[in-house]
């Protein structure tokens, strides 16, 4: 601690001393610390929810004011005379700050003095700062030196002490891209072709395959349904049914296309804006007419019209610009310098559009498909003559109108400049190369998808209060290749899939267990559960009963009956029949009120707002349904039926090996074929014992069903 102490006030001494130079990359490093000091110690009770004794922190300005009682809070150049110092060095524990805390520490205290005397500059946000691709150059020998990821996270670990992992196996390698890249387990022959040959360059053919299969867009669809709080219905105590599908279907049809992401953003945000604006266009706005609707008896639609705005509003900022707006709508922002006023000129943007909570969801857009004609909400703007004055909410309460404001963005952000003031303008703002948060936040979510953890952990806030990249010279360099790659997504995925740090290993050595615990240095290929439609899909696919259709109305596979509780119809889940009990799951059927519970139990989210990450959690009830969920019980009947069609006649250790490569796509070790076949010659016994003979599906099926429990059936290793 003193060591650091006296290095920062060595520091100060030298910003001080301007005949001695400025070291600014020491400068730099001095604001963030004492930048992140005020945020975590200081702008809690000083910040823009509670200015307490007048004092802001969170605005330079503001923090530089004379107040009505003492000395302003800084000084800058002048340490000794800033309020700021006083308070937190004051001898009286009911005067000293923080309050109701514990004291600074040396370092803490050491930081804000030589901040202070080096002028109290606040430093840019490290997540508002221009792109730069400064990634390491090709180095020794025993640095991965293919590609710019393996170079930063080679020197890394090199750096650290932490030999570099060795490859993951062929199989194994294999299993992880396609349930990456597509969300179900790979083609045999794909994982056939890359054990007889494991070159780089059959590994980018296989890679590309993945790519190139149609299951690819139904996998990362996913990801933007959560942030589009899709559902097939309208939400509230009602809940109402509404046809939205053809969203959910033009978004598949957009990643399997690679749509670049600024092409994306402008359909999702502004299609019906666009030029010559096409079906598809308009049916991609309805990415923001999934806000909730309430067609409950004796509501203000205006109310409810409000509500959907300011989600939309909410909604862009978090999923394009990991930006939390919410609180905002009543009082600055906590940590981050966006207004008050601020909160409305943004949502100002979308105030213009015919939708009024109206019972029949509309404006509509009427498409034709193979089976009639279906219906989808589109946004569409109003005309000039009917647009809407947009007001400042005071305390947040849309009956109380203060003053009104024009669409513009964040101070804190790029300009918006002379671009047009409405969602077609904001798109193209939030696309344009000048504002970098955008690039940023999709690189940091891609990458989240791929290893389970982002850069930026939290995938919601890269504001003052989120977490910092544990790596932002990689993140800026992933975010820069999504731009050179002309936005495609597609692409960006297959260089990161392709690197040889994704083909790591995920048994972790002793130095990277001692050193990187918790994997923050990527020393090992992370390992983590599949997501529940992952997790679903998988198990149907090796079972060989999931039906691959695309496209179309929802699907009701089986849930438990009494799930749905409808009081206001008698409307029911009825049970599909055929194959379309078995297609993926991004097509069942979603009630917001209630959704799939063996989805639920596997995290899957109500999609009432805006997702931006689902939470792995570990709860008895996701191993009870992966064990007694009617969906996993006839996968494992399947399975054992499977089985035994393929190995006539063999062995219980014989066909207990073939299930379980069907499964785990690996050579199986001999210790587990002789537990499994032991539990098949229990499952028999049984029957006898009981004099009720167990049928070989039955004794299998036991098996398959253990198969698919196993942690590395139900994980990415």
Wanted: glycine share 6%; aromatic share 8%.
């Amino acid at each position: 601690m003193l060591a650091a102490c006296a290095e920062i006030i060595l520091v100060g001494m030298a910003i001080i001393a301007p005949s001695q130079g400025v070291d600014r990359a020491a400068d730099t490093l001095i604001a963030e610390r004492a930048h992140d000091i005020l945020v975590s110690r200081c702008l809690r009770c000083h910040g823009g929810v509670r200015e307490q004794a007048g004092l802001n922190l969170a605005w330079r300005d503001r923090a530089l004011q004379t107040r009505p009682k003492g000395p302003p809070a800084i000084i800058p150049g002048n340490a000794a005379a800033s309020a700021l110092l006083m308070r937190v060095l004051h001898d009286d524990p009911e005067l000293r700050m923080p309050a109701e805390a514990p004291a600074l520490s040396a370092d803490e205290v050491a930081t804000l003095r030589a901040w202070v005397d080096a002028g109290a500059v606040y430093p840019v946000l490290w997540s508002l700062r221009p792109i730069e691709e400064q990634m390491p150059a090709a180095g020794p020998e025993l640095l991965w030196n293919t590609h710019g990821i393996d170079r930063a996270v080679s020197l890394r670990l090199a750096s650290a002490g932490i030999p570099l992992p060795p490859e993951a196996a062929p199989e194994s390698l294999v299993r992880r891209a396609a349930l990456d890249i597509t969300g179900l387990p790979p083609d045999p022959a794909l994982v056939s072709a890359y054990v007889a040959d494991p070159s780089p360059a059959q590994w980018d053919h296989t890679v590309d395959a993945l790519l190139a299969s149609p299951a690819f867009g139904e996998r990362w669809a996913r990801i933007w349904l959560d942030l589009a709080r899709y559902a097939d219905t309208k939400g509230y105590e009602k809940d109402a049914r509404r046809d939205v599908w053809r969203f959910r279907d033009w978004l598949i049809d957009a990643w399997n296309s690679d749509m670049p992401y600024d092409q994306f953003t402008e359909r999702v945000l502004a299609g019906d804006l666009l030029p010559g604006a096409t079906e598809n266009d308009r049916i991609a706005t309805t990415f923001h007419r999934l806000t909730l609707t309430n067609d409950e008896g004796g509501t203000d639609n205006e109310e409810f019209r409000v509500a959907a705005v300011m989600d939309r509003s909410v909604t862009t900022w978090l999923a394009w610009m990991g930006t939390s707006m919410q609180c905002v709508q009543c009082h600055a922002h906590p940590y981050d310098t966006i207004d008050h006023r601020d909160y409305y000129a943004a949502l100002a943007f979308f105030n213009q559009t015919a939708d009024a909570d109206r019972d029949d969801d509309s404006p509509l857009l009427h498409v034709a498909w193979e089976r009639g004609t279906t219906t989808v909400p589109v946004m569409q703007e109003l005309p000039v003559s009917a647009q809407r004055e947009t007001h400042v909410f005071t305390r947040g309460n849309w009956r109380a109108l203060g003053d009104v404001v024009a669409p513009s963005t964040p101070a804190c952000f790029p300009p918006h400049g002379a671009r047009r003031s409405d969602r077609l303008g904001l798109a193209k703002w939030i696309m344009d190369p000048a504002n970098p948060r955008a690039a940023r936040v999709e690189a940091n979510r891609i990458w989240e998808t791929i290893f389970g953890r982002g850069l930026v952990e939290t995938l919601e806030d890269f504001g003052e209060a989120g977490a910092r990249p544990s790596d932002v010279t990689l993140l800026d360099f992933v975010a820069s290749r999504l731009q050179k790659l002309g936005w495609s997504r597609k692409a960006l995925i297959g260089e990161i899939i392709k690197s040889r740090t994704y083909r790591m290993s995920a048994q972790p050595s002793d130095a990277a267990l001692r050193i990187d615990p918790d994997n923050r240095m990527m020393s090992r290929a992370p390992r983590f559960r599949l997501e529940a439609e992952a997790i679903r899909d998988q198990s149907l696919a090796v079972a060989g009963i999931l039906d691959r259709s695309m496209h179309g109305p929802p699907v009701f596979p089986h849930q438990p009956d009494g799930t749905w509780m409808v009081v206001y119809s008698g409307d029911g889940w009825t049970t599909s029949e055929g194959g379309d009990r078995y297609r993926r799951a991004i097509y069942t059927f979603w009630r917001r009120s209630s959704p799939h519970p063996s989805l639920m139990n596997f995290d899957a989210v109500s999609r009432e707002t805006c997702t931006v990450r689902r939470i792995r959690t570990n709860t008895p009830l996701a191993a009870l349904a992966a064990m007694n969920d009617p969906t996993f019980v006839e996968a494992a009947a399947a399975f054992a039926q499977r089985a035994i069609d393929a190995t006539p006649g063999a062995s219980d250790t014989e066909r207990a090996r073939w299930m379980l490569s069907a499964a785990l796509v690996r050579t199986p070790r001999h210790e587990e074929c002789a537990r499994l076949a032991q539990l098949a010659a229990g499952e028999r016994a049984v029957g006898t014992a009981t004099a009720q003979p167990s049928s070989e599906i039955s004794v299998w099926s036991a098996v398959a069903a253990t198969i698919m429990n196993l942690d590395e059936f139900l994980s990415r290793t």
